[in-house]
């Protein structure tokens, strides 16, 4: 299990770490720098919430933790840990199609809303992560 202590950190590569899914209560941080943006994670057993300058980037309900955070209009990367299943929203392109893969396979293509929410669900294990990409097609 590697929940995030400190609830958000960039890794030594350069990629965003955040999430703990075991605290019961909501925690928060804010203000934390990054690539000159403001980032606020939200974070306990029942939701994860990232946001960037205000606007959403991530989250999963119920709660998770998300390791290897990289992403750009186009692709998207993590991996991904939590209880149980999750369903994740991530903000994307307005109407504009994804194409998800899960640990390398292939999960199908999925569309955004006008709004640019991209919305899509996992069947996971406690204690094994998922490497997740969104690829814009």
Do not use: Q, W
């Not at 606007?55 to 390791?67: I, R």
Request: charged share 30%; glycine share 8%.
């Amino acid at each position: 299990m590697s929940v995030i202590e400190e609830l958000i950190r960039k890794d030594t590569d350069g990629t965003l770490s955040f999430g703990n899914y075991l605290l019961d209560t909501k925690t928060k941080k804010s203000d934390f720098e990054y690539e000159g943006a403001a980032y606020k994670i939200k974070t306990f057993k029942e939701i994860t919430k990232l946001e960037k300058n205000g606007a959403l980037v991530y989250e999963s309900v119920p709660g998770s933790v998300v390791t290897k955070f990289v992403g750009n209009p186009d692709v998207v990367e993590f991996d991904v840990e939590a209880p149980g299943d999750i369903s994740f929203t991530l903000e994307m392109e307005p109407s504009t199609e994804y194409k998800l893969v899960v640990d390398g396979v292939s999960a199908g293509r999925i569309p955004t809303n006008v709004g640019g929410k991209l919305n899509a669900s996992l069947s996971l294990n406690e204690g094994v992560k998922s490497h997740v990409k969104i690829v814009k097609c």
